[in-house]
C-alpha cells in the first residue's frame, strides 16, 4: 500500500512540475464529444468505436502543429468523417470477400476447373460458339462481349464508353469470362 501511495505522490509532484500541454487540454475536452460522434455514426461494438476514435486522435496529434487552432472542432468532425467512411468501405470490401466464400456452395468440380481454363478458350471456339454464348448473356453482357471479342477494343477505351473504372472493368470482363467458358464447355463436352 505504501508503494502505491508513493507512486501516487510522485505523479502527483511530476503534474505539478509538467503541466499539461496544450494539446492534451484540447484532446480531453474534445474526446468524449467525438467518441459519441462515432457511436452515433458507428452502431457497432465498443471495440470498433474505441479504435475509430483513437484513429481520429492519432491523426489529429500528428497534424497538430499544422491546424489552425480556431477550426479544432470541425476539423475533428472532418477527420471523423473521412476515417468513420474509411472504416465502413473496409467493411464493405470484407463483407464482399465473405459473399465470395458464401459463393462457393454452388461451385462444382466443373465449375472450378472452368476458372482454372478460362484462358484456355480460343477465339476459334468463341466464334464456333458465338451464337449459344450470346444468348447465355444479358444485354449489358452482349455490349461488353461486343466491345472485347469482336472490336478489339482497349480496356481503357471500354472503360470511357462504359463510364466505368478499369477494375470495375476487369471484374466485369472476368465474370464474362467465366460466362463464355461455361457455354463453350457445355458444347465441347456434349
Same mark, same amino acid.
Given at each position: 500500500?505504501?508503494?502505491?501511495?508513493?507512486?501516487?505522490?510522485?505523479?502527483?509532484?511530476? $503534474?505539478?512540475?509538467?503541466?499539461?500541454?496544450?494539446?492534451?487540454?484540447?484532446?480531453?475536452?474534445?474526446?468524449?464529444?467525438?467518441?459519441?460522434?462515432?457511436?452515433?455514426?458507428?452502431?457497432?461494438?465498443?471495440?470498433?468505436?474505441?479504435?475509430?476514435?483513437?484513429?481520429?486522435?492519432?491523426?489529429?496529434?500528428? $497534424?497538430?502543429?499544422?491546424?489552425? $487552432?480556431?477550426?479544432?472542432?470541425?476539423?475533428?468532425?472532418?477527420?471523423?468523417?473521412?476515417?468513420?467512411?474509411?472504416?465502413?468501405?473496409?467493411? $464493405?470490401?470484407?463483407?464482399?470477400?465473405?459473399?465470395?466464400?458464401?459463393?462457393?456452395?454452388?461451385?462444382?468440380?466443373?465449375?472450378?476447373?472452368?476458372?482454372?481454363?478460362?484462358?484456355?478458350?480460343?477465339?476459334?471456339?468463341?466464334?464456333?460458339?458465338?451464337?449459344?454464348?450470346?444468348?447465355?448473356?444479358?444485354?449489358?453482357?452482349?455490349?461488353?462481349?461486343?466491345?472485347?471479342?469482336?472490336?478489339?477494343?482497349?480496356?481503357?477505351?471500354?472503360?470511357?464508353?462504359?463510364?466505368?473504372?478499369?477494375?470495375?472493368?476487369?471484374?466485369?470482363?472476368?465474370?464474362?469470362?467465366?460466362?463464355?467458358?461455361?457455354?463453350?464447355?457445355?458444347?465441347?463436352?456434349?
Amino acid at each position: 500500500m505504501f508503494m502505491l501511495f508513493g507512486t501516487l505522490i510522485t505523479n502527483e509532484n511530476e $503534474k505539478k512540475h509538467n503541466p499539461k500541454t496544450e494539446l492534451e487540454k484540447v484532446s480531453e475536452e474534445y474526446y468524449m464529444l467525438i467518441y459519441k460522434y462515432c457511436r452515433k455514426k458507428l452502431q457497432t461494438n465498443v471495440e470498433d468505436i474505441d479504435d475509430v476514435t483513437n484513429d481520429i486522435f492519432v491523426l489529429f496529434c500528428e $497534424k497538430w502543429n499544422s491546424l489552425h $487552432k480556431e477550426n479544432i472542432r470541425a476539423w475533428l468532425h472532418r477527420a471523423a468523417d473521412n476515417i468513420i467512411k474509411k472504416f465502413h468501405d473496409k467493411n $464493405k470490401r470484407r463483407h464482399r470477400e465473405f459473399e465470395y466464400i458464401d459463393d462457393l456452395d454452388d461451385f462444382t468440380v466443373n465449375s472450378l476447373a472452368y476458372n482454372q481454363d478460362f484462358e484456355n478458350i480460343s477465339d476459334k471456339n468463341i466464334n464456333t460458339y458465338r451464337n449459344e454464348i450470346l444468348n447465355e448473356l444479358s444485354d449489358k453482357e452482349r455490349e461488353l462481349f461486343e466491345m472485347v471479342f469482336t472490336e478489339r477494343l482497349s480496356y481503357g477505351e471500354i472503360s470511357e464508353q462504359l463510364m466505368i473504372s478499369k477494375d470495375n472493368l476487369k471484374n466485369r470482363v472476368y465474370r464474362l469470362r467465366q460466362k463464355i467458358n461455361k457455354a463453350v464447355y457445355a458444347k465441347i463436352n456434349i
